[in-house]
């Protein structure tokens, strides 16, 4: 999750603004592993929400949702991210078993891909997030005793700053096939930082490379600010997603990528929805409508 470093540590880098969304993406990992059908299991996820007290009360079971999936925001949106941590883990992993040995997790926030993944031999997962994004989860998860699968390596930086700079001093070969991720997290930045990050990743990217991000296609996000997604997140756990999200025109960073060498695919979630049979399907003033997934892979030279 992106934001402005500014120090802090522990539980307060949670606390407010884009962070606190990290909370909820755990909390809905959370209930996705504890269903009988689960499309992916995340054991930490749960510790994080019980950790911050800007998370105090939300449910961590799916006993714990009155309504199941019914329920707007702890049901269909709860969804959307449980199939989306699990499409996203299957590219990951279908990239390192093709050669990539790099990980780069752009605003990892809460992820515990490092930990709960079977890596091959040899891989390096680097995680970009502002410090005390990074001392929260360190914290949590040293209270757990959680080992890494992978040599797991924090990079504290803020992606407005020189973090090219820290991930190369960190370890970052741009010489060796990689595979890079932004999960929610371009709809918070303006054009021009999504625009600098593509072209930054196409730089460090050798031929062998992967990306895989998620972006959103409307024109007008206000047109879906009465979509049940937006309103219930905003009245029952305080997190306004419209006043985050970034209200300017999104650049075309496919196109930008495909003119680069990159072999590209952009899907709904409604696609990965009927291949795995569970997550959401489209519904009226629906704010999932314009999120498209997009995958590529830069070419051998």
Known sequence: MVGMADGKTGVEGVEGGVGVTALLVAA???????????????????HFVLAAPASAGWPVRPHQVPDGEADPLWGRFARYFGLR?????DFLLESVRSGARQVVLFG??????????????????????????????????????AAPKAARVPVATDLRADWVGALTDAGFDPAAPS?????????????AAETQLIDTVDRLSTGGSAFAYEVKLEKDLLAYRESRLYTSTKRRIGIDLLGLFDGEPRP???????????RTSVHTPFEFTR??????????????????????HKRPV
């Open 28 to 46: 809905a990992r959370a209930i996705e592993t504890h269903r009988h059908d689960a499309l992916a299991r995340d054991v930490y996820a749960e």
């Open 85 to 89: 941590t699990r499409v996203l883990d």
């Open 108 to 145: 990892a926030g809460l992820d515990t891909r490092a930990f709960r993944l079977d890596w091959p031999t040899g891989c390096v997962v680097f995680e970009i997030d502002r410090e005390g994004v990074l001392a929260f989860k360190h914290e949590v998860l040293g209270g757990l005793s």
């Open 179 to 191: 595979v890079w991720l932004a999960e929610g997290l371009l709809f918070y930045l303006p054009s």
């Open 252 to 262: 075309d960073s496919v196109g930008d990528l495909t003119g680069k060498g990159w």
């Open 275 to 296: 291949l795995h049979g569970r997550g959401p399907l489209p519904e009226q003033n629906d704010a999932l409508e314009g999120n498209r997934w997009v995958f590529a």
